[in-house]
């Protein structure tokens, strides 16, 4: 984080952020997320990536046939994402979408919606976003949310006194009505591997809900 920018600006923190972040990291699938996809929705529909920083999850999903809106602040990580699907040969299924989700939000429902660690210093009304990425959900598809349950050592949260939400809280967050069925709603950790390939044990918080017909 910059010492000489205010943390109130979206676009400007997360610019920065991916200015000095090499271009490769980020670009693999969170396995939380691959194993919810291959588990919960193996099939492949409409998907609405919400913070897909350099697009590893958005790639992924296109790469199994998933037509994927990306969708971040930041246009330069959205550039590495377009970047990617051209790599991979799959941009008729990738769509970047700059949104500052404080303010906008993509129209349309989908299959899948996702929100992979959609952490941010900025304040921003994150539950509100949420709930939108839960209206945005297709009947039958499938809303998944991961998060942090703990401050990996290569963080720029590292050194901040932070209390992640249960995975409880962030599902009665979603305030929503009967017609979800939930299929995840735990805290499992895992060895993760950040920068310069140090690895460490992290919790994530996985809630995953299935908006039912
Ligand atoms: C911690 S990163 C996670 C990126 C990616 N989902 C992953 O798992 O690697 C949070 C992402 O949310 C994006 N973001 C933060 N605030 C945002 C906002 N207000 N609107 C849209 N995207 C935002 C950031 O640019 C960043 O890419």
Redesign the pocket.
């Known amino acids: 984080m910059r010492d000489d920018v205010a943390v109130t600006d979206?676009t400007t923190f997360?610019e920065h952020h991916y200015a000095r972040l090499d271009a490769g990291w980020?670009t693999a699938p969170?396995p939380v997320l691959a194993d919810l996809v291959t588990a919960l929705a193996p099939a492949p529909g409409t998907a609405l990536d919400l913070?897909?920083?350099h697009g590893?999850?958005a790639l992924w999903l296109a790469g199994r046939g998933w037509d994927v809106t990306a969708?971040?602040?930041?246009p330069t990580?959205l550039d590495r994402v377009a970047a990617g699907a051209r790599a991979g040969g799959v941009t008729d299924r990738v769509h970047p979408v700059r949104?500052?989700?404080?303010r906008t939000f993509p129209a349309g429902a989908f299959d899948l919606v996702c929100a992979?660690?959609?952490?941010?210093p900025?304040e921003?009304p994150r539950a509100e976003v949420l709930r939108r990425a839960a209206a945005a959900v297709a009947p039958n598809g499938l809303l998944i949310v991961v998060e942090h349950g703990s401050v990996a050592p290569w963080s720029w949260q590292n050194g901040q006194d932070v209390r992640f939400p249960t995975p409880e809280e962030v599902r009665a967050a979603l305030d929503l009505d009967a017609g979800w069925r939930t299929e995840r709603c735990h805290a499992p950790r895992r060895t993760a591997t950040g920068p310069g390939g140090r690895t460490a044990t992290v919790t994530d918080t996985v809630v995953a809900l299935r908006r039912t017909p």
């Not at 969708?71 to 930041?74: I, W």
């Not at 949104?99 to 404080?102: G, I, K, S």
């Not at 992979?116 to 941010?120: D, E, G, L, R």
């Open positions: 979206s997360w980020g969170n913070g897909c920083g590893g999850d969708v971040d602040v930041a990580a949104h500052d989700l404080a992979t660690y959609f952490h941010t900025v921003i």
